[in-house]
């Protein structure tokens, strides 16, 4: 469903050891309606919520909000260590097009192909 680069995953394993977090936390990800293209996704170290779907990989865990799941299919999880843009990245397949900021998507629809939006080009994310 969900997989990590490698780098994620050492990266994750850092977060977690600098929160001190618990064995039984990961990496809560989900999405919920706002930012620049219309769905954000939200990410925070806990542990699982009633619901979740768990994703283990190479000793970290990922917790997907249930509420999520059909946005969430199939992503890719990444680091990026940019000086200007460094954290955790999703390559999400369900997404028409992304903010210029990478934080936020716009859901794919059935046989429509989305049009340019200057306002996703980056510009006016916050």
Same mark, same amino acid.
């Given at each position: 469903?969900?997989?990590?680069?490698?780098?994620?995953?050492?990266?994750?394993?850092?977060?977690?050891?600098?929160?001190?977090?618990?064995?039984?936390? /990961? &990496?809560?990800?989900?999405? #919920?309606?706002? =930012?620049? $293209? /219309? &769905?954000?996704?939200?990410? #925070?170290?806990? =542990?699982? $919520?009633?619901?979740?779907?768990?994703?283990?990989?190479? =000793?970290?865990?990922?917790?997907?909000?249930?509420?999520?799941?059909?946005?969430?299919?199939?992503?890719?999880?990444?680091?990026?260590?940019?000086?200007?843009?460094?954290?955790?990245?999703?390559?999400?397949?369900?997404?028409?097009?992304?903010?210029?900021?990478?934080?936020?998507?716009?859901?794919?629809?059935?046989?429509?192909?989305?049009?340019?939006?200057?306002?996703?080009?980056?510009?006016?994310?916050?």
């Amino acid at each position: 469903m969900i997989t990590l680069t490698d780098i994620a995953v050492q990266e994750l394993k850092a977060l977690l050891a600098e929160k001190k977090a618990s064995n039984e936390s /990961g &990496l809560r990800l989900g999405v #919920q309606r706002g =930012g620049c $293209a /219309g &769905l954000q996704y939200t990410m #925070q170290v806990s =542990g699982r $919520a009633e619901g979740d779907e768990v994703i283990e990989q190479s =000793g970290v865990r990922v917790f997907l909000a249930q509420d999520s799941l059909e946005h969430l299919k199939g992503c890719h999880i990444d680091y990026s260590s940019d000086l200007s843009d460094a954290g955790f990245k999703i390559v999400n397949p369900n997404a028409a097009r992304s903010c210029g900021c990478g934080t936020s998507f716009e859901a794919k629809e059935e046989g429509v192909e989305p049009d340019y939006d200057p306002a996703l080009d980056g510009t006016n994310c916050s």
